[in-house]
């Protein structure tokens, strides 16, 4: 499967948040709004396409990437890459989140080098759990929103 990178514009932003989940993932469903789209657009969003031009996901980086509620319970220190993903519900649950998240954090290391990641993630979603764990992230931080539990996951590369 071929993946490319494109800047995030009007339209994939649109597209990306239609998508509709199937429980218990309809957690991540979007609701479209025009500050949605807005942030979407504010460049730390990036969108994942295959080689047939289809949204195969997204990502983003920075504080786009984090849970504002997190802050409070201190999951947010200095010194890590906030990194949020997002793949296209059609092909969620077919085994391909490896090549996608592995496509991803490619990417981001040719653009930062081995600058220590951070992903989070609600602790219902143990398939995406599994999936970090497997490309070496571990468990960190845990906070709630009130209604759902998060956990932060880090990454951070040995120097030799």
Same mark, same amino acid.
């Given at each position: 499967?071929?993946?490319?990178? *494109? ?5 994939? %932003? ?8 199937? %429980? @218990?993932?309809?957690?991540? *469903? *979007? &609701?479209?709004?025009?500050? %949605? ?13 295959? &080689?047939?031009? &289809?949204? $195969? ?7 786009? %990437?984090?849970? @504002?509620?997190? *802050? ?6 200095? +010194? ?8 296209? @519900?059609? $092909? #969620?649950?077919? +085994? ?5 998240? #592995? ?12 600058? @220590?990641?951070?992903?989070?993630? /609600?602790?219902?979603?143990?398939? /995406? ?6 490309? +070496?992230?571990?468990? &960190? ?20």
């Amino acid at each position: 499967m071929l993946l490319y990178v *494109n800047e995030m514009d009007e339209i994939f %932003a649109e597209e990306i948040l239609s998508w509709k989940y199937e %429980a @218990p993932y309809d957690f991540y *469903n *979007n &609701e479209f709004s025009v500050d %949605a789209v807005r942030e979407m657009m504010n460049h730390s969003y990036s969108a994942v396409l295959d &080689e047939q031009d &289809e949204i $195969f996901g997204f990502f983003c980086i920075g504080e786009s %990437a984090q849970v @504002p509620i997190g *802050n409070d319970f201190g999951a947010y220190p200095k +010194g890590f890459i906030d990194v949020g993903i997002g793949m296209n @519900p059609v $092909f #969620t649950g077919q +085994g391909r989140g490896l090549t996608f998240l #592995t496509f991803i954090l490619n990417y981001i290391k040719g653009r930062y080098g081995d600058a @220590p990641l951070r992903l989070t993630v /609600a602790v219902f979603n143990g398939r /995406a759990i599994y999936l970090y764990e497997k490309l +070496g992230f571990v468990k &960190e931080k845990e906070f709630t929103n009130g209604d759902v539990v998060f956990i932060t996951m880090i990454r951070v590369f040995k120097k030799t």
